[in-house]
């Protein structure tokens, strides 16, 4: 069974840095492609980033603007999500989740291209 297990989020003023992590089990962690994602109260859940098995092919959504990056350890069977320049418009909950397709060509970016996810972890930027 998969597991990934998201932690890391808190709160936060504006202008402040956090780092997510999330931990997989269960599945050859370096053959597939892995995201975060948002939800805000009352939105739909939002792609953020993604990085692909190869490590090398990464997207994030526009709204990042340069203050995200994304990484991946494939020992520790981690993924990373560092966000810097935390503005009130982050604020969500933020979920893992591993792709569905072992080593895909292109990085997925579409939900419904995600089979695992995780509980996920709540970021709130507030002064």
């Known amino acids: 069974q998969v597991q990934l297990v998201e932690s890391g989020g808190g709160l936060v003023q504006p202008g402040q840095s956090l780092t997510l992590s999330c931990v997989v089990s269960?599945?050859?962690?370096?053959?597939?492609?892995m995201a975060w994602f948002r939800q805000a109260p009352g939105k739909e859940r939002e792609f953020v980033a993604g990085?692909?098995?190869?490590?090398?092919?990464?997207r994030y959504a526009d709204f990042v603007r340069d203050r995200f990056a994304i990484s991946r350890d494939n020992a520790m069977r981690t993924v990373y999500l560092r966000m810097n320049w935390l503005e009130s418009e982050d604020t969500a909950k933020y979920y893992c989740a591993a792709a569905a397709a072992q080593y895909t060509t292109t990085m997925p970016v579409r939900a419904t291209q995600f089979v695992s996810w995780g509980q996920g972890t709540q970021v709130t930027v507030s002064s």
């Open positions: 990085i692909n098995w190869n490590v090398v092919d990464k």
């Open positions: 269960g599945r050859t962690f370096s053959a597939y492609a």
